[in-house]
């Protein structure tokens, strides 16, 4: 088999982001952001991996091996203790996850000599919220999974991706590898499963994606912030947090029957509604609220989508606009990043290949 590449999307959280990791539903789209990786054979035995955004490395299948178990020992510690810090050398290493993806699989298969070449081609933002990491262990695990098996079996590149995504961010709720394996529009819901939430029709509303910049904070690291909250020891703190969570639950659920039913009416009022309740749940950053309040004040609905961040940005922003003319003074102003993006898009493919 000569060349394989697999492209996998990125996502966004329409709404329940935070909510999801306590078991209530979350309702999440895949976009048309993709990673591309492409694997190929090579007659030298180390692995090269040529990132589009991180640079270009060279290592020993046994130097991965190493750095997988090193942090599945991190994660079982962090399992015990809470103590997100002890995962913080993944996502230092710009390879970090690369190089855990690839052991994952390596591990599970057969030893070889020869080497790969693995090239990494990605248009969705890093570590915004927008499921970079998700679709960068999808579609590893999708090539390497084909390269060595000749299988391209959904669940199993989605159980293994799984197992990669707790290596990043802690415990995750699953949602972002199921998107990014399914595609579409789906209700997840932590240990059910998801379904889709089939549109009916183009939706026809107009989201665009607005860049705050990526977050100081991993998504780890703000999962553990709002569950130190909700097990507070206080019990005001603990009753207030837990409220919260609640109202998040009963907005998302809200939010799935206005695009089952394809009658978008009630959609801006949500957002707000939404963004409120992130920001009491303490995960949105002063310069953000802001940037978010301004918006409105234009006529503007919007939420940060994912994990968010406190102490500087809180990744993307995803606005509601009817007329885009009304920010775009605003956005150019302050020189914003932003992007339109469109909804229910096609989850991992396998691009080249075929056996
Ligand atoms: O920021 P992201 O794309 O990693 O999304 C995180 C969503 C959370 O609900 C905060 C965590 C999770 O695992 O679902």
């Known amino acids: 088999m000569g060349k394989i590449i697999v492209s996998a999307p990125g996502k966004l959280i329409l709404s329940g982001e935070h909510s999801v990791v306590y078991g209530h539903p979350a309702l999440l789209t895949a976009v048309d952001r993709r990673c591309f990786v492409e694997v190929e054979k090579r007659d030298k035995s180390k692995i090269v991996i040529d990132d589009n955004y991180f640079g270009t490395g060279e290592f020993s299948i046994r130097k991965l091996q190493q750095f997988a178990k090193k942090a599945q020992e991190a994660w079982r510690e962090f399992d015990e203790t809470n103590n997100i810090s002890k995962l913080s050398f993944v996502k230092e290493d710009n390879f970090g996850l690369v190089k855990i993806a690839v052991a ?10 020869g080497g790969l070449v693995l090239k990494i081609k990605s248009d969705i933002p890093i570590g915004s919220g927008m499921g970079s990491s998700a679709a960068l262990s999808v579609a590893i695990i999708g090539t390497l999974l084909r390269l060595t098996t000749d299988m391209f079996d959904k669940k199993e590149i989605n159980r293994l991706a799984f197992e990669v995504e707790k290596k990043i961010h802690g415990k995750p709720s699953g949602g972002d590898n199921t998107i990014v394996i399914h595609g579409g529009l789906l209700v997840f819901q932590k240990n059910k499963g998801f379904e889709f939430a089939d549109l009916k029709k183009d939706a026809g509303v107009n989201f665009l994606v607005i860049q705050t910049g990526r977050p100081v904070e991993s998504t780890g690291e703000m999962v553990s912030a709002v569950r130190q909250k909700i097990q507070s020891v206080s019990r005001r703190t603990h009753y207030k947090f837990q409220k919260i969570i609640q109202r998040m639950g009963r907005v998302t659920e809200k939010f799935i029957r206005i695009f089952k ?8 009022q949500l957002i707000l509604e939404n963004e409120k309740l992130l920001e009491q749940l ?24 994912g994990a ?32 339109k993006i469109k909804i229910n898009q096609r989850g991992v493919k396998l691009e080249k290949g075929q056996s």
């Open 308 to 339: 968010g961040g406190i102490k500087e940005n809180s990744g993307v922003v995803l606005a509601l606009v009817d007329h885009k003319d009304d920010i775009d003074q605003l956005l150019a102003k302050r020189e914003i990043e932003n992007f």
């Open 104 to 113: 994952t699989v390596f591990e599970k298969t057969i030893k070889r000599d």
């Open 261 to 268: 039913k394809a009658d978008f009416s009630q959609l801006k």
């Open 282 to 305: 303490g995960v949105v950053s002063g310069r953000t609220k802001k940037l978010i309040k301004e918006l409105e004040n234009l006529g503007v609905a919007a939420k940060i989508c």
